[in-house]
């Protein structure tokens, strides 16, 4: 079962911004795109720090989920 903490949503968007800018680019931006993240996500609250460190906790689902360009669909638990 996937904790609800986990936030797959939000995961998966963020792995596959991160892995589309690094396979187009070939570097990470995190400059650039904390911003971007924190605008669309967390209401201007993020910054590069915050990315980086997210980056690094998540090597494996930006690994797995970045390349699918599209978000999977997972069930979420009535509320």
Same mark, same amino acid.
Do not use: C, F
């Given at each position: 079962m996937v904790e609800?903490?986990?936030?797959?949503?939000?995961? &998966? &968007?963020?792995?596959?911004?991160?892995?589309?800018?690094?396979e187009t680019t070939g570097q990470y931006h995190?400059?650039?795109? &904390?911003?971007?993240?924190? &605008?669309?996500?967390?209401?201007?609250?993020w910054d590069t720090d915050s990315l980086k460190q997210w980056r690094q906790r998540h090597v494996s689902e930006i690994r797995r989920?970045?390349?699918?360009?599209?978000?999977?669909?997972l069930p979420r638990p009535p509320h």
């Amino acid at each position: 079962m996937v904790e609800s903490r986990w936030e797959p949503v939000k995961t &998966a &968007a963020m792995s596959q911004l991160v892995w589309y800018v690094k396979e187009t680019t070939g570097q990470y931006h995190d400059g650039l795109v &904390a911003p971007l993240i924190g &605008a669309l996500i967390y209401n201007g609250n993020w910054d590069t720090d915050s990315l980086k460190q997210w980056r690094q906790r998540h090597v494996s689902e930006i690994r797995r989920l970045g390349p699918l360009r599209v978000l999977p669909v997972l069930p979420r638990p009535p509320h």
